[in-house]
Nanobody, 116 residues
Framework: QVQLVESGGGVVQAGGSLRLSCTAS????????MGWYRQAPGEVRTLVAE?????SPNYADSVKARFTCTRDKDTLYLQMNMLKAEDTAVYYC????????????WGQGSLVAVFS
């Protein structure tokens, strides 16, 4: 089974930066898509950024120009700059792969708390 392990969450002042990391291990299918989602209290889980193997990342409009998602093989990063209070959420790494993209795996979640 694919496993995702995240690191890098924390508390940061508005305007600051954090970098999240996510490493996939186990049986990794190709092609696949890895990405970051976030969920704030009272809200649905929404896409932040994603990148398929061999492709460029896609970003939610709310984080464009501030967040950068990069992928080094099976490790995914999210560099978050100019953080805002509204970025506060639990961030989840995701993996989608396998036959007909049937396998979806989530990381354990990383709390990002931005205060002003």
């Amino acid at each position: 089974q694919v496993q995702l392990v995240e690191s890098g969450g924390g508390v940061v002042q508005a305007g600051g930066s954090l970098r999240l990391s996510c490493t996939a291990s186990g049986i990794i299918f190709s092609p696949n898509t890895m990405g970051w989602y976030r969920q704030a209290p009272g809200e649905v889980r929404t896409l932040v950024a994603e990148v398929s193997s061999g492709s460029s990342p896609n970003y939610a409009d709310s984080v464009k120009a501030r967040f950068t998602c990069t992928r080094d093989k099976d490790t995914l990063y999210l560099q978050m700059n100019m953080l805002k209070a509204e970025d506060t959420a639990v961030y989840y790494c995701s993996y989608i792969g396998g036959a007909y993209r049937s396998l979806a795996v989530w990381g354990q979640g990383s709390l990002v708390a931005v205060f002003s």
